[in-house]
């Protein structure tokens, strides 16, 4: 993925949290108004658990849109592993925006860190070899840039950000496409500027598709054995095509598979299985 210009990212977070807080307060927070209006309040977030920090810009825009009177003081640095019971941030100012906007910027701060974290136990893993972790399409809807970030973050890379700015042939496409040749042959005439990747499922497809000039394939599913064979064979065909594991893997597996010596290997899991890190909003109220 090549990073959006900032401006643009800036844009892009400002429009998710107009969608989340419409989403969530509608017309406006009947139950904060049980708070008057003048109240004002500091709120510690605290982790329960050990995390890497991220997300820091979606938290502070959604106060940044609920009430300018709103400050939050970070205590962490974006990317950093901090341990359970952190003090993460504090956020201050009117008691019923901080209210209003509580659960919405926990929403993103957990799910993006939650990213960060689950990708960094992927790159941990992988440590000392010579592959490195990507991410997939398999993201939240609407938060497709957000969580690519968060593997950014997470110190792995990024696949293609959707169907516009790569080509990966897949299983369904080389059947409708006439098979691997000719499949290949048409994405890279019409693919002369972008990635052209097969996914390829046995041995004689992984030569098939290194005769044919890929420049990358996609490996299925392949045993150890097969992964270690699908080396050997790029190395003696076309050692410049690059070769990407994926299928099934795991933080028990990912570093058998990268002992291989594949350069990447694609995980759905960093951004589809991710369970949200434990935090909490805790009030403390002033007159």
Do not use: Y
């Given at each position: 993925m090549t990073p959006p210009e900032p401006d643009a990212f800036a844009q892009y977070i400002t429009?998710?949290?107009?969608?989340?807080?419409?989403?969530?307060?509608?017309?406006?927070?009947?139950?904060a108004g049980l708070v008057p209006a003048a109240q004002h309040a500091n709120a510690r977030v605290i982790t329960r658990e050990a995390c890497i920090v991220c997300g820091r810009q979606w938290?502070?825009?959604?106060?940044?849109?609920?009430?300018?009177?709103?400050?939050?003081?970070?205590?962490?640095?974006?990317?950093?592993?901090?341990?359970?019971?952190?003090?993460?941030?504090?956020?201050?100012?009117?008691?019923?925006?901080?209210?209003?906007?509580?659960?919405?910027?926990l929403n993103f701060l957990q799910l993006l860190s939650a990213t960060a974290t689950t990708t960094r136990a992927y790159v941990d893993a992988v440590a000392g070899t010579n592959t490195t972790i990507l991410d997939t399409r398999k993201t939240?809807?609407?938060?497709?840039?957000?969580?690519k970030y968060a593997v950014l973050t997470g110190g792995a890379q990024n696949?293609?950000?959707?169907l516009y700015d790569?080509?990966?042939?897949?299983?369904?496409h080389i059947?409708?496409?006439?098979?691997?040749?000719?499949?290949?042959?048409?994405?890279?005439?019409?693919?002369?500027?972008?990635?052209v990747e097969i996914e390829v499922e046995t041995l004689n497809d992984t030569r098939?598709?290194?005769?044919?000039?890929?420049?990358?394939?996609?490996?299925?599913?392949?045993?150890?054995?097969?992964?270690?064979?699908?080396?050997?064979?790029?190395?003696?065909?076309?050692p410049a095509i690059t070769l990407e594991a994926s299928g099934g893997v795991t933080l028990d597996t990912v570093r058998t598979i990268a002992e291989t010596g594949?350069?990447?290997?694609?995980?759905?899991?960093?951004?589809?299985?991710?369970?949200?890190?434990?935090?909490?909003?805790?009030f403390e109220l002033h007159d």
């Open positions: 429009n998710s949290i107009s969608v989340a807080l419409a989403e969530d307060v509608g017309p406006g927070d009947l139950t938290f502070d825009e959604v106060f940044r849109q609920l009430d300018a009177a709103v400050s939050v003081h970070w205590h962490v640095d974006e990317g950093v592993r901090i341990d359970a019971d952190r003090h993460i941030c504090t956020v201050s100012g009117p008691a019923r925006a901080i209210l209003t906007g509580e659960r919405t910027a939240i809807p609407g938060q497709r840039l957000a969580q696949h293609r950000i959707g790569a080509i990966l042939i897949k299983e369904n059947a409708s496409g006439g098979g691997i040749r000719r499949t290949l042959e048409t994405a890279l005439r019409i693919g002369r500027d972008v990635l098939t598709a290194l005769e044919a000039g890929a420049h990358r394939l996609l490996l299925d599913n392949f045993s150890t054995d097969d992964l270690t064979a699908a080396v050997r064979l790029r190395d003696d065909i076309a594949v350069d990447f290997i694609s995980i759905g899991a960093l951004t589809k299985d991710c369970r949200a890190i434990d935090l909490s909003m805790q």
